[in-house]
T-cell receptor, first 112, second 110 residues
């Protein structure tokens, strides 16, 4: 089944404790991206990747890192999480930027 | 910078038509999209339109694009309870970034 998976689905952590949210797709897509969803603000793109080893900042990259060492995986790293990073995070992939985005189920992160 | 704007809420009576509006700023956008998000789920593509089209119809859905005014709308005919969701308008910016609107929450009243 074609899908985008994210782990964990729910996470509660404390300020400053490094965490990684994994994202994996099995559709051989080249384009992958991370979004955060906040009430009234919609989805804002954090980082995107056009292909392996190619990543670019989206609209709200501060406080986040990503890597794209292999095509299927695109982890989101928070080196020192802060409470303003409490949000719902979505990973998405597509064969190219203009194609349909396939979204993962979301990761709800709470930073205390 | 690029921006996509939508109203936050819309309430319609079951069986009526729903019209969700969106304005965008990047005139070079080649594709414009409507995504649907049901409660507790990720987004799913509902429909899209090429920038060289004025209208696209797909069953109960009609997308209208006014490129001069940078205005996009989604009409859902015969709105049903299953249409309750958040609807996001999105465009691809010239920098290959995808810009989403804030989402319009559609609620259906009996």
């Amino acid at each position: 089944e074609a899908q985008v998976t994210q782990n964990p689905r729910y996470l509660i952590t404390v300020t400053g404790k490094k965490l990684t949210v994994t994202c994996s797709q099995n559709m051989n897509h080249e384009y992958m991206s991370w979004y955060r969803q906040d009430p009234g603000l919609g989805l804002r793109q954090i980082y995107y990747s056009m292909n392996v080893e190619v990543t670019d900042k989206g609209d709200v990259p501060e406080g986040y890192k990503v890597s794209r060492k292999e095509k299927r995986n695109f982890p989101l790293i928070l080196e020192s999480p802060s409470p303003n990073q409490t949000s719902l995070y979505f990973c998405a992939s597509s064969s190219m930027v203009a194609d349909t985005q396939y979204f993962g189920p979301g990761t709800r992160l709470t930073v205390l | 910078g690029e921006d996509v704007e939508q109203s936050l809420f819309l309430s319609v009576r079951e069986g009526d038509s729903s019209v969700i509006n969106c304005t965008y700023t990047d005139s070079s956008s080649t594709y414009l999209y409507w995504y649907k998000q049901e409660p507790g789920a990720g987004l799913q593509l509902l429909t899209y339109i090429f920038s060289n089209m004025d209208m696209k119809q797909d069953q109960r859905l009609t997308v209208l694009l006014n490129k001069k005014d940078k205005h996009l709308s989604l009409r859902i005919a015969d709105t049903q309870t299953g249409d309750s969701a958040i609807y996001f308008c999105a465009e691809i910016s010239s920098a290959s970034k995808i810009i989403f609107g804030s989402g319009t929450r559609l609620s259906i009243r009996p």
